[in-house]
């Protein structure tokens, strides 16, 4: 059974680079068809789609993040990683790292399979 789990910091000043990674178990990330992502919920509101790197490397981006974010991939060890810029504290949130069979670009939660989640609050 797949596992995932969140690491990085809990506090960001703003304008920095917010950067979090996901390490995976129970299953490779460079297997077809599974597509590892990052979802976002900040305070009172829904779950927000950031993006996703795919099984071949490849990346897909949210169009309103995608300026600011960048997800890279180690498959040494098995973990993906995402950089947020220029934050704002409204990008304070609970980060997620997830994985889906394909690409979804989606924010149900029964799309995916989840890690347990990261506050990260973003400092004015």
């Known amino acids: 059974q797949v596992q995932l789990q969140e690491s990085g910091p809990g506090l960001v000043n703003s304008s920095q680079t917010l950067s979090l990674t996901c390490t995976v178990s129970?299953?490779?990330?460079?297997?077809?068809?599974?597509?590892w992502n990052w979802l976002r919920q900040p305070p009172g509101k829904g779950l927000q789609w950031m993006g996703a790197?795919?099984?071949?490397?490849?990346?897909y981006y949210d169009p309103d993040l995608k300026s600011r974010t960048t997800i890279s991939r180690d498959t040494s060890k098995n973990q993906f990683t995402l950089h947020l810029s220029s934050v704002t504290p409204e990008d304070t949130a609970v980060y997620y790292c997830?994985?889906?069979?394909?690409?979804?670009?989606?924010?149900?939660?029964?799309?995916?399979?989840w890690g347990q989640g990261t506050q990260v609050t973003v400092s004015s």
């Open positions: 790197i795919a099984y071949t490397g490849g990346a």
């Open positions: 129970g299953d490779f990330i460079t297997i077809s068809s599974w597509y």
């Open positions: 997830a994985r889906s069979f394909g690409l979804r670009r989606s924010s149900e939660r029964s799309d995916y399979n």
